[in-house]
């Protein structure tokens, strides 16, 4: 049994394998052909932050998967009123066959996995968000090919999502540079554990210099989920980073521009450049659904 908490928690080979079992999953249903491995099998799906592609890919990856998820909000389960988070572990695993977490802290996931007996996904924590990165990288291998030996910028806050850009450098093998400012850099203890394991990644707090020759530019909101109070000071400390259409100009000439959503055109992204040639966020969008088919299908088949 394996868990999906981040990125490391699979090999290189396991992601090249989840990725390819997306494509083929992706094909056969453009063809209309019905493929369901996890017939009678159910995922579920526990939620301390809002959602809408998190949710509705699982919902639908399972049904289409020939399974069910069962949608749990945590102020309407026990999990709420303070049953311990190895209890709920322990009863919820012995009734379904896979449970998906999107919550704040990452220790909540780690000690829910401890005591699961079924795998445990992370649909989001304020430390990582591995789905996204599987689906990014699938997204850009449709469009450009291989990842690998690439460059990626990452230009906005040193989030979840910057975590898992580093993360994924280590399984995919791209070269990834990130921009941020002072005091809004990723996690030094998920750096240097991804830089031992090989990653190349490089710092800086200009977005131009991470930007140069790129082969894929990408952001998020400056202010994520349960920091809406600092909304204001970002703004300001974040001044400079938008990507706009001077931004891309120094990115190589097929660059492509991918954004996890939702977004705040004249913030973190311009208008221009969220829906102009080089954007391919909804095909992005859309691929959550396929690449997390493969993951159920890796975990649970």
Request: proline residues 4%.
């Amino acid at each position: 049994m394996k868990h999906f908490l981040t990125l490391l928690d699979i090999t290189p080979d396991e992601a090249r394998h989840i990725l390819k079992r997306a494509e083929k999953m992706k094909r056969k249903l453009r063809e209309g052909k019905a493929f369901r491995p996890l017939e009678g099998k159910t995922l579920a799906m526990i939620f301390d932050k809002a959602s809408t592609r998190t949710r509705v890919s699982f919902e639908v990856g399972m049904y289409q998967l020939g399974g069910h998820a069962l949608f749990l909000h945590s102020a309407t389960t026990q999990l709420g009123r303070g049953e311990p988070v190895e209890d709920s572990a322990r009863v919820l695993s012995g009734m379904v066959d896979g449970v998906m977490i999107r919550t704040f802290a990452h220790d909540t996931i780690q000690r829910f996995a401890e005591y699961s007996s079924v795998p445990v996904i992370n649909g989001l924590t304020d430390l990582t968000h591995p789905c996204q990165i599987l689906t990014d990288v699938f997204t850009y291998e449709e469009q450009r090919g291989s990842i690998e030996g690439k460059t990626v910028a990452w230009v906005g806050d040193g989030n979840n999502m910057a975590h898992s850009w580093i993360n994924g450098a280590v399984t995919f093998g791209y070269q990834l540079r990130i921009a941020c400012p002072p005091g809004y850099c990723p996690d030094d203890k998920t750096l240097s554990a991804a830089r031992a394991l090989g990653a190349d990644v490089t710092l800086t707090d200009d977005p131009l210099e991470a930007v140069a020759n790129a082969d894929l530019v990408t952001t998020d909101v400056w202010a994520s989920m349960g920091q809406e109070d600092e909304q204001a000071e970002r703004v300001k400390a974040f001044a400079g980073f938008c990507v706009d259409a001077r931004t891309m100009s120094y990115a190589g000439p097929d660059a492509l521009f991918m954004h996890c959503l939702p977004a705040h055109r004249g913030e973190e992204v311009s208008a221009d450049v969220i829906d102009g040639a080089q954007s391919v966020v909804w095909t992005e969008a859309e691929n959550r659904l396929h690449a997390q088919k493969g993951l159920l299908e890796f975990l649970m088949a």
